[in-house]
């Protein structure tokens, strides 16, 4: 029987995946890799003055900070944040429906940019890779809006949204670039980089 290429390459270290996001497990089952999940709190703060990118691949290390003295060998610590970033501004997650609203209103009918950093990290050393998916809202309606955040109340996601619920469905118009990334994490570049790693 074949066996998966990466699993196999895998099998030698410990995987520790450092979130909570339920999406981004799931990706890690569905790429066939043995996983742990760890979880440490860690405060998002960012340097002001940072665009973009650069917040996400910041927020992604940082977050690998707190487990600096626990990892073994062979481990590979995989931390990550994903960003809406839209007309030069970064979009953070809502902290309620008010909130969220403003944010469904100001994606309608416009183009937005959603960056992932993942951040590998070893004893030994870090990897930081980054991906940025452009997304396209038609025009939302108020009922669309309403029905939307009282039926999925997204306020664990990044710009209001999961392009895996019913407003990605029926909202979004085009999408240019990667679409696992836009639920939270680019496999494509995951797999390369544990592949690369492994050796």
């Given at each position: 029987?074949?066996?998966?290429?990466?699993?196999?390459?895998?099998?030698?270290?410990?995987?520790?995946?450092?979130?909570?996001?339920?999406?981004?497990?799931?990706?890690?089952?569905?790429?066939?890799?043995?996983?742990?999940?760890?979880?440490?709190?860690?405060?998002?703060?960012?340097?002001?003055?940072?665009?973009?990118?650069?917040?996400?691949?910041?927020?992604?290390?940082?977050?690998?900070?707190?487990?600096?003295?626990?990892?073994?060998?062979?481990?590979?610590?995989?931390?990550?944040?994903?960003?809406?970033w839209?007309?030069?501004?970064?979009?953070?997650?809502?902290?309620?429906?008010?909130?969220?609203?403003?944010?469904?209103?100001?994606?309608?009918?416009?183009?937005?940019?959603?960056?992932?950093?993942?951040?590998?990290?070893?004893?030994?050393?870090?990897v930081l890779?980054?991906?940025?998916?452009?997304?396209?809202?038609?025009?939302?309606?108020?009922?669309?809006?309403?029905?939307?955040?009282?039926?999925?109340?997204?306020?664990?996601?990044?710009?209001?949204?999961?392009?895996?619920?019913?407003?990605?469905?029926?909202?979004?118009?085009?999408?240019?670039?990667s679409?696992?990334?836009?639920?939270?994490?680019p496999?494509?570049?995951?797999?390369?980089?544990?592949?690369?790693?492994?050796?």
């Open positions: 029987m074949t066996s998966n290429p990466l699993k196999e390459k895998l099998a030698s270290y410990r995987i520790l995946l450092a979130s909570g996001s339920p999406r981004r497990q799931q990706f890690f089952k569905d790429l066939g890799i043995d996983f742990e999940i760890v979880l440490k709190p860690v405060k998002e703060d960012y340097p002001k003055g940072l665009k973009g990118r650069e917040i996400a691949q910041y927020l992604a290390q940082l977050k690998a900070t707190v487990f600096k003295n626990s990892l073994r060998k062979n481990d590979i610590l995989i931390t990550a944040d994903t960003i809406v839209f007309q030069d501004r970064f979009l953070a997650k809502p902290e309620n429906t008010a909130e969220a609203r403003e944010i469904l209103q100001q994606l309608s009918g416009n183009w937005h940019e959603v960056i992932t950093a993942v951040c590998f990290t070893t004893l030994t050393k870090s890779v980054s991906c940025k998916t452009q997304v396209k809202f038609k025009d939302l309606s108020e009922e669309e809006i309403r029905f939307y955040l009282e039926m999925y109340e997204p306020f664990d996601k990044a710009g209001a949204y999961g392009i895996q619920e019913w407003l990605g469905y029926i909202g979004i118009e085009e999408i240019r670039g679409y696992t990334n836009v639920v939270g994490l496999t494509h570049l995951v797999y390369k980089t544990l592949m690369d790693m492994a050796g």
